[in-house]
């Protein structure tokens, strides 16, 4: 199984402020890597996919980077509804496999 | 709009089983793969299983093979889980979500329902 390994898995910041999250997979998977938006009482967002592609809907101020096992999301000018807890997952085989999240609270 | 909507969740026993459905709505749910994804309290999301646009291909991860089975009524443009043998560890926040094929993400998710596994 590709073991994705997402860091920090804590992370303080304040509105205006840039965040980079990172997330390491155990083998290639080439850009098979979608980052995830995750809040209380709503479902589920999709933020980025292929590693790099804003899915329709994606504020401009995130970004993905990365391929084959190194990835990171960055969030600039953090504004008050992006603390959330976001999560990486691989797509490239299965089992398909989730980092573990990282919960941005603010500062 | 794109809705999915979980129902079945609840307490049951160990040992015992439990039967979730995902109405879907506001797309062609026969042109989508759909899937469950697990959230244990307090922990990260587990992908449970997939399922091809006619029902024809199922996916599963070792933990739940032999014991879940998923499957889809495109008629109904519904989508289920069927739970058997449940153990403690199964507890968790069960999420329906929509995906083009498995070498897709996951576009579209539920707000989910919850499993209790406990005697």
């Known amino acids: 199984d590709v073991q994705m390994t997402q860091s920090p898995s804590y992370l303080a910041a304040s509105p205006g402020e840039s965040v980079f999250i990172s997330c390491k997979a155990s083998?290639?998977?080439?850009?098979?890597l979608a980052w995830y938006q995750q809040k209380p009482g709503e479902a589920n967002k999709l933020l980025i996919y292929?590693?790099?592609t804003l899915q329709s809907g994606t504020p401009s101020r995130f970004s993905g980077s990365g391929s084959g096992t190194d990835f990171t999301l960055t969030i600039r000018n953090l504004e008050p509804e992006d603390f959330a807890v976001y999560y990486c997952?691989?797509?490239?085989?299965?089992?398909?496999?989730f980092g573990s999240g990282t919960k941005l609270e603010i500062k | 709009e794109v809705q999915l909507v979980e129902s079945g969740g609840g307490l049951v026993q160990p040992g015992r089983s439990l039967k979730l459905s995902c109405a879907a709505s506001?797309?062609?749910?026969?042109?989508?793969?759909m899937a469950w994804v697990r959230q244990a309290p307090k922990k990260g999301l587990e992908w449970v299983a997939t399922?091809?646009?006619?029902?024809?291909?199922?996916y599963y991860p070792d933990s739940v093979k032999g014991r879940f089975t998923i499957s889809r009524d495109n008629a109904k443009s519904s989508l289920y889980l069927q739970m058997n043998s449940l153990k403690s560890e199964d507890t968790a926040t069960y999420y329906c979500?929509?995906?083009?094929?498995?070498?897709?993400?996951?576009?579209?998710w539920g707000q989910g329902a919850s499993v209790t596994v406990s005697s």
């Open positions: 979500a929509r995906h083009r094929t498995t070498d897709y993400p996951m576009d579209a």
């Open positions: 506001g797309f062609t749910f026969s042109n989508y793969y």
């Open positions: 399922i091809s646009t006619s029902g024809s291909r199922t």
């Open positions: 083998k290639s998977i080439s850009n098979y």
């Open positions: 292929s590693g790099s």
């Open positions: 997952q691989q797509y490239y085989e299965k089992p398909l496999t």
